[in-house]
């Protein structure tokens, strides 16, 4: 059983920062993959980022590698998503999940955070 609550979404310029956090309650935290996920306006979800359970592995979206980096930190039982170079088109509500499988192939989630939106101006 785990709970997801994402932070730090709000509105910021083209080029620049913003780092997403997602706190996790319960006690099976470390044996789930995380990852985050986007939905735009007027678009379907898509897989933005995830992180193995020992964190040694990480996997990402085309669009956002190089700009986006995926962490957790077990102990703090949070993961985060730091998203440099912000571009208008990452406009979207984040979304943390935790689940089994969460990759660019495909994903099974378990649980879903409520989202929290993030705003790149032009």
């Known amino acids: 059983q785990v709970q997801l609550v994402e932070s730090g979404g709000g509105l910021v310029q083209a080029g620049g920062s913003l780092r997403l956090s997602c706190a996790a309650s319960?006690?099976?935290?470390?044996?789930?993959?995380m990852g985050w996920f986007r939905r735009a306006p007027g678009k379907e979800r898509e897989f933005v980022a995830a992180?193995?359970?020992?964190?040694?592995?990480?996997d990402y979206e085309d669009s956002v590698k190089g700009r986006f980096t995926i962490s957790r930190d077990n102990a703090k039982n949070t993961v985060y998503l730091q998203m440099n170079r912000l571009k208008p088109e990452d406009t979207a509500v984040y979304y943390c999940?935790?689940?089994?499988?969460?990759?660019?192939?495909?994903?099974?989630?378990?649980?879903w955070g409520q989202g929290t939106q993030v705003t790149v101006s032009s």
């Open positions: 319960g006690r099976t935290f470390t044996s789930n993959a």
């Open positions: 992180i193995t359970s020992g964190g040694s592995t990480t």
């Open positions: 999940a935790a689940g089994r499988i969460i990759s660019t192939r495909g994903s099974i989630v378990n649980y």
